[in-house]
């Protein structure tokens, strides 16, 4: 396929009057976009906007209700992936698409055609061609590594090698950055603006206002699953978009987290150590470097920040500290129960197939309030559920429907919420703001605040690949770098010092 732009006029990418509706949710409602050739388009949106049911439509993965869909001046058939693609469309989801017991070549293997049309291609050729791409994006992946090894952000690195070895002409990216570390974050959104140059067409949707408005040329903002605004970038700014996203009254409230980078935290006194790792190593055969030497300590009040590049290490030093793993040398002195918001909600976070209620509850069973001597109280329970659910802003489906059936941003918050309200002793986050709109993580970056400013406050530790997050909440920052823990002076808490300790390790 050809994506020049002087091979044909009209807009690449149109939908008009789309809806659709989820039981007695109305995803979308009339949306209404028009994206130009070799244009960077911005889609943004509270969670639940419709955001993602968008691109589905767009990339076939959803039928939608009514309405019109064309690419390059084709109409699309209504959910059917294979006509989008065949008319240059390619979709990195915002939920992975990847065969876990497949590695990291093979599921690349699994969309990419040959030079007859077909999904056949030589793996050598395979491979060559995707050690080139990773030499051009700089997303580099273990190829021969299985994906259920890989951490988050290499299975999203994954997902967007996979999109763009189809030589796409029009590439829809949902939440593409969330999980990606800042350096890769940049080389992403360089490459996107150059295959815009190339004449390809990006539709990108982000809760990152920053990175929408360095490298869209316009941008629409759903609400509630319907068109609110259409502009080119140079006529609105982050404070702007945010009121349309959410509304006058919580972008006010969530406007001291805009520019979070501008402020530090306070210091403060140093309580009680609630975890200790001393000299802890970890191995983890044949899925990156583990653990090495690992000494730390947390006490309770304060916010350890632990930044890196995916797959050095943070993963398994979460797991370690929330009690899920063991490790193979040193010695590990941990509470007796530690709240865990893990980096993948879906495989470790939630229970699909449970309501918000049952997966509040997963983390509360054992408070006696909630227990009548082995059964659970599930009225109180419940109860309680709705409490943390209004608190977060859980929107969408019902209460009683499975939180699977809820967007991507509000598991999140179902997530969030049920580890703060554990009240344990030590808190261990994994990039909790990943998929949430700017009054979400408004609210989760304050509920820190405020935890750490309470009588009893728990001890932190925040695994986060948004370095901006780390400076603005933890009162120490750390660095994984080959599986060692590298503490940053005080005197290098800037972007440029901790990005360079993330690559160095000094």
Known sequence: MDPSPGKATGPAVVARGVSKRYGPVQALDGVHLEVARGEVHGVLGENGAGKTTLLG???GTVRADA???????RPLRAGSPRDAWSAGVGLVQQHFTLVPAFTALENLALGVRGRGGG??????????????????TGLAVPLDVRVSALGVGERQRVEILKALLRDPSVLLLDEPTAVLAPPEVERLLRLLRGLAREGRTVVIVAHKLDEVLAVADRVTVLRRGRTVLEAPVEDVDAPTLARVMVGEALARAAGEEVGLATRRPRPRGRGDVVASLRHVSLTVEGEGPGLR???????RGEIVGVAGVEGNGQRELARVLAGLADPDGGVAELPADAAFVPQDRTREGLVAAFDVAANVALALARDARYRR?????????????????DAFGVKGAS??????????????RVVVARELARGADL??????????DVAGAAFVHRTLRELRAGDAPPGVVLVSTDLDEVLALADRVLVMVRGRLVPVPEERRTREGVGAAMLSGA
């Open 373 to 389: 001597g082995p059964f659970l109280r599930w009225r109180g329970l419940r109860r309680r559920a709705a409490e943390v659910a």
């Open 427 to 436: 808190l261990v986050a994994e990039n909790p703001v990943r998929g949430l």
């Open 399 to 412: 209460r009683a429907a499975p939180v699977s059936a809820l967007s991507g941003g509000n598991q999140q």
């Open 119 to 136: 999904l056949r291609l030589p793996m050598a050729d395979l491979r060559r061609r995707a050690g080139e791409l990773m030499d051009r």
């Open 293 to 299: 030497d690992v000494s730390l300590e947390v006490r």
């Open 67 to 73: 309405g019109r869909t064309e690419v390059l001046g």
């Open 57 to 59: 439509v767009l990339g």
